[in-house]
């Protein structure tokens, strides 16, 4: 009956790794609170979001914030605000937003636990013992130990290569010409034929059936049961830029298939988000990496003394994985083997370091087939040389498109000239977009006056639809609550599947946005119209949620504080940046920033108050609706009746500001 209990459980977990393979969502997308809020409160409080982002971004002061390129999505004109007040982010380009502690979080793709910590350690905070609810416990102690595990597996590879029973694994890195400190830099390790032995010694350090399976260095099936995944084939340990192992890359010794054999995706390894020698790589002051097919490429280019080479993980570059790059330098530079699928996979992966902002440039390997065959026949100093004459990624790619037209044909030459021009379409900066124009004309022997007018035909085509995205563009801050239009039944994740939502419910998104903004420029306002608004007259979901955490940290905070800080400017501690922790969701973080960080039209005082005041009634008129289409008893017209005065008194009250619209 335990076997069988075993074989089932064992099951489970084979299901479980394979929903992670496919992408299930996990656990990752929630902050994992292991810290009471006070601690955390105070971690937040203690870093200053603009000098944590201006780290990595570049911000310009603007007004009552910051602005730079969102390091979120490729963008030429700056819309990422950092707001000092608040200790806010938000783009008004792609919605990300958030405080200082889900900023570290999405860009060093660290988990909640991780980012705490870096933080409490950048303000000399020391953090107290963990408070863990059981789930994070759960979730905290298997991440420890994967990592514990792949750690463990690394090492036993390591020294297993360096042992008799590793000759055959060493005979072939030495045959590939790597040196003894290369092996031991990129930890270089054997799995030999045994399918059984990796299992053994894991479990004899007291690791769990359950973990090692899902650690992916393991697999099962119904005949062999928990059996090693890694055998016969020389271990490459795949490392995150911290230096952990999260997962493995092996090839095997002979002719037997697959050639290469990957980790899969566990709750450690996201292949989307890393490269293979990029813990090396980040270190580089040259400027640029160069992205390679494969681990040799990578290893033998780092012993040649390339050390910014990385490349993608046994899949193809990503969107993901363009954005970590671009944390680093601003140049990418392709090597790819010269073969078709090497061209292939340049042409597609020079879009992708376009979109991601980044510029690319393409690598000739010729007469050889990779880098590594390259090294080996003309050395370093020859590559060095085709490194520095890298063809621009557009020119590459005309040239590669070349070849599917007949030059002296006319009418195929009129085909390839008119897909130049659509491509040339793809440069949104009108500048850069002259140059490419002028270049081609001249490459090519086409007039320019012709070729920037099929350019502008073409460009009008395309407007439309430009159009149609720029709007959804400056509706983002809409976009980011779909659940104004639909029911809680269908609410969709993406907060811009949703693109039904009518002009009416973006007025009252807006409208809610635009409200607590207000009050959160000037804490002062709330005592002026917490009689008449409160957190039940936002829409549901996030936005009430907010505003009801909002409006209770301002309430405990009323009194003598408030009053001083309406009268003179001293304004009372009531970060949105708090309300934001106070969310476990990234995506719920995301829509909360934008509650708190709508953009102001740039107008005068007397302007900001009467759009207050137009603001207030609009939020009180959606609630009066609401409750107008829900009445059930006495009770909910009770409601009705003082939310109708409310809405009369609204009208009245005299607001005093602090705020002008030329500050937000």
Known sequence: MKHHQKERRLQDEAAQKEKLRAGAPEAGKKKEMYYPEEIVEQVIAANDIVDVIGSHVHLKKSGASFMGLCPFHNEKTPSFSVHPGKQVFHCFGCGEGGNVLTFLMKYENYSFQEALKVLADRAGIKLPEANYSEEARKRNDQRAELLAINKEAATYYFKLLRSPKGKKGLAYFEERKLSPQTMSAFGLGFADGSSSDMV????????????????????????????????????????????????????????????????????????????????????????????????????????????????????????????????????????????????????????????????????????????????????????????????????????????????????????????????????????????????????????????????????????GQEEQNDARREDRFAGAYPQAAASPAVRPKDPTADKRISALERAKIRN????????????????????????????????????????????????????????????????????????????EQRQAAALFETRLPGIGEEEVQKLLRDVLCSVKRNSIDRLSANMTDAAALGKLMKARRDLTALQRIPLVLLISGSES
């Open 200 to 463: 053994s010694h894991l479990r004899s350090k007291g690791f769990s059936d359950e973990n090692i399976l899902l650690s992916g260095i393991a697999a099962y099936d119904e005949k062999r049961g928990l059996h090693d995944k890694f055998w016969n084939r020389v271990i490459f340990p795949i490392m995150d830029v911290t230096n952990r192992v999260i997962g493995f890359g092996g090839r095997v010794m002979g002719d037997g298939k697959p050639k290469y054999l990957n980790s899969p995706e566990t709750p450690v390894f996201d292949k989307s988000r890393n490269l293979y020698g990029l813990n090396i790589a980040k270190k580089t002051k040259c400027g640029y990496f160069i992205l390679c097919e494969g681990y040799m490429d990578v290893i033998a280019m780092h012993q040649a003394g390339f050390t910014q080479a990385v490349a993608s993980l046994g899949t193809s570059f990503t969107d993901g994985q363009a954005a970590v790059l671009k944390r680093y330098v601003k140049q990418v530079l392709l090597s790819y083997d010269s073969d078709g699928a090497g061209v292939k996979a340049a042409m597609r992966n020079i879009g992708i370091l376009h979109a991601a902002g980044l510029t690319g440039k393409v690598v000739n390997l010729e007469p050889y087939k990779d880098p590594d065959e390259f090294m080996k026949n003309l050395g370093p100093e020859e590559f060095q040389k085709r490194l520095d004459q890298a063809e621009n990624s557009f020119f590459y790619q005309i040239r590669q498109i070349e070849k599917n037209y007949r030059m002296e044909d006319p009418a195929s030459r009129s085909e390839f000239y008119h897909e130049i021009a659509k491509r040339l379409c793809g440069f949104a900066d009108e500048i850069e977009r002259d140059s490419y124009v002028k270049a081609m004309s001249q490459k090519y022997f086409i007039d320019e006056g012709m070729l920037r007018r099929e350019v502008a035909s073409y460009g009008r085509v395309l407007t």
């Open 512 to 587: 809610e946005c635009l409200l607590l903004t207000c009050v959160s420029d000037d804490p002062g306002l709330y005592p002026q119209i917490r009689d008449y608004i409160s957190a039940e007259d936002f829409s549901e979901g996030v936005p009430r949620q907010a505003a009801e955490k909002y409006f209770a940290i301002l309430e405990k905070e009323a009194g003598d504080k408030l009053a001083q800080a309406s009268g003179n400017g001293v304004r009372p501690h009531a970060s949105p940046s708090v309300v934001i922790a106070m969310f476990e969701d990234e995506e």
